[in-house]
């Protein structure tokens, strides 16, 4: 099987599902407040992606490999030193805490796929410089997104920046093809590299970047609820996403909404 190449009606369900995802965010942050849980979070996207947007929540029953236990929950809620796919729970976020929350949406047969970090209350500054770190990182990755470019472009510069900055690169994961499939497997974007190695880049090809940086060592210990991973050494962890076209010029970002938090300042604009 190959990397598959969207059609312009694939493009146009991608943007419908992708923004929709990223609404999800917009919606939840006013109550990513000390005092919640993250099942209360989970409970409020559902209903607001299930009611309002008259969507499937990705995440609900899904079942990649015999491995995994059908994920049981709407959303992942990543909680400090947890990398991704943190199971909602009774979990009470307190002030101090930084939470990734990863919202992946289906609509009209297509999926949508963005996530952010948010901070509880007061956050140490040597979280925020981690948050901030794997934001920029996750745009030098889009950055280098243009036909001809190949993925290990894109995971070469997120590393280079991430690595210089002190940190290190889960690789155990990666980001992912999308679209009438949640992941592609043909399509695997990793987060660290080697300049003009991997796939090419070529226009129509839809996959997410979404970099998890470790404030220490890259290693992931896994949960035995069959989904959570966290920190071997038990640092923090923070992570980001956005799903991207490849565009004839460059790169389209899918996952926008109103409320977005800006892009860096090296970022000229979200369509090149
Ligand atoms: N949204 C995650 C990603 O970015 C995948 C979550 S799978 C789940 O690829 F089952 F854990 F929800
Ligand atoms: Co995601
Ligand atoms: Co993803």
Known sequence: MSIIIKTQQDVEY??????????????????????????????????YIVDVQKAYP??????????????????????????????????????????NIDITVYKNGYHGDTSR?????QVSPHAKRLCEITYNSMWYGILQVKPSNTLGDIGNAIQKYVESNGYSVVQEYCGHGIGKVFHEDELQVLHYGKPKTGATLLPGMIFTIEPM?????????????????????????????????VTNTGYEVLTLSPNMPNPPAFIKSLTT
């Not at 015999?66 to 979990?91: A, F, L, Q, W």
Request: glycine share 6%; hydrophobic share 30%.
């Open 58 to 99: 990705s995440p609900l029953q899904y079942k990649p490999s015999p491995k995994n236990p059908p994920y049981p929950k709407s959303i992942c809620t990543s909680v400090n030193n947890e990398i991704c796919h943190g199971v909602p729970s009774d979990r009470v976020l307190k002030d101090g805490d930084i939470v």
């Open 213 to 245: 940086i470790n404030q220490g060592k890259r290693h992931v210990r896994f949960l035995s609820d069959g989904w959570t991973a966290v920190t071997k050494d038990r640092t923090l962890s923070a992570q980001w996403e956005h799903t991207i076209l």
């Open 14 to 47: 991608m943007r419908i599902s992708c923004k929709l995802a990223a609404e999800v965010l917009d919606y939840i942050a006013p109550y990513v407040k000390p005092g919640v849980t993250t099942n209360e979070l989970d409970k409020l996207c559902h209903e």
């Open 117 to 121: 970090m948010f901070y509880l209350g």
